[in-house]
């Protein structure tokens, strides 16, 4: 079992920057796929970004692809969300997720664990 905290959420102005984390905690060894997904009201959960734990590549959704960085620390158990350039379509709860990298056989990567999900609100 991995457990994943979010944090960092909250309210930005368009054009602002954020920075989400996830804390890992419980079975964290061997090669994970972290990733990041959002939820807007109304809406489907969709995929934002992944990376793999112990080296990869990383991968982004279009809409955010030059605005959104990705990053994993597999020595801290972490990964993190760094946001820029928000714009108000980005306001949704996100969620870290995480499953073992030989579990991932579709994309966008359908995840094993997921954590409790932080909301970001970015106003016009």
């Known amino acids: 079992q991995v457990q994943l905290v979010e944090s960092g959420g909250g309210l930005v102005q368009a054009g602002g920057s954020l920075r989400l984390s996830c804390a890992a905690s419980?079975?964290?060894?061997?090669?994970?796929?972290m990733g990041w997904f959002r939820q807007a009201p109304g809406k489907e959960r969709e995929f934002v970004a992944a990376t793999y734990w112990n080296g990869g590549g990383t991968y982004y959704t279009d809409s955010v692809k030059g605005r959104f960085t990705i990053s994993g620390d597999n020595a801290k158990n972490t990964v993190e969300l760094l946001m820029n350039s928000l714009k108000p379509e980005d306001t949704a709860v996100y969620y870290c997720?995480?499953?073992?990298?030989?579990?991932?056989?579709?994309?966008?990567?359908?995840?094993?664990?997921w954590g409790q999900g932080t909301q970001v609100t970015v106003s016009s």
């Open positions: 997720a995480a499953d073992e990298a030989s579990n991932i056989v579709t994309w966008p990567p359908r995840m094993k664990y």
């Open positions: 419980g079975r964290t060894f061997g090669r994970y796929l």
